[in-house]
């Protein structure tokens, strides 16, 4: 890879870690990473949110990135307008010139956010892994949904456990209903001889709808 790798995206340590590394990684992440590592998860995780109803309101994309999740959205004919953050502006950037968010927000997920609108639906793809983010983020998520609004979220198995993920959805009560996981591959065949360490890498894929 030329520029930063996933074995030091997964030792980030707190929103400064998360900042020089993604500034680093920004302008090649589409083709090196992505490309490079023939990176399933944003398709996996749309066809997940399509799969629910169709939202009559925007949806937020957590942890945009550079808006592959977007892409896939909108390729599987999801019309609604969406609206993007991220913690760093490199990767909005990169996220602005696709031309499909009609609103990206600079923020860190694991704070309360104050967007100008509640939304219909919350997806995320690659955000709930190592280094990144827990379910510390869920409630300020499901403070931002509409009642109904429907969630589909990547959460890489490897943390599931070890950050009490099902303890958190547990803890959330009545507020969440229809929850539904569905495990899949982060990558796809290509990644053998790229980076074999990681090509057996999983994720879950998350969906509720908020009450």
Sequence with gaps: MSGPDLSQAYALNGPEDCLRLY??????????FAAGMDYQLPAHTAAGFAGMARPDGPVLDVGAGTGLLGLALRGLGI???L??????????????EKAIYR???????????DPDETYAGVVSSGTFTHGHVGPEALPG??????PGAAFALSVNA????????AEALEGLG??????ALHEVAIYGAGVAQRDPAHAGDRALILRFHKR
């Design 23 to 32: 500034a680093d990684w920004a302008q090649s992440y589409d083709g090196d």
């Design 141 to 146: 998520l499901l403070a931002i949904a509409r």
């Design 83 to 96: 609206d993007g953050v991220d913690i760093s502006p490199q990767m909005l950037e990169r996220a602005r």
């Design 158 to 165: 490897g943390v599931w456990q070890a950050k009490g993920f």
């Design 174 to 179: 009545r507020t969440i209903h229809g929850l």
């Design 103 to 113: 609103r990206l927000m600079l923020a860190d997920i694991t704070r309360p956010l």
């Design 79 to 81: 019309e609604a307008p």
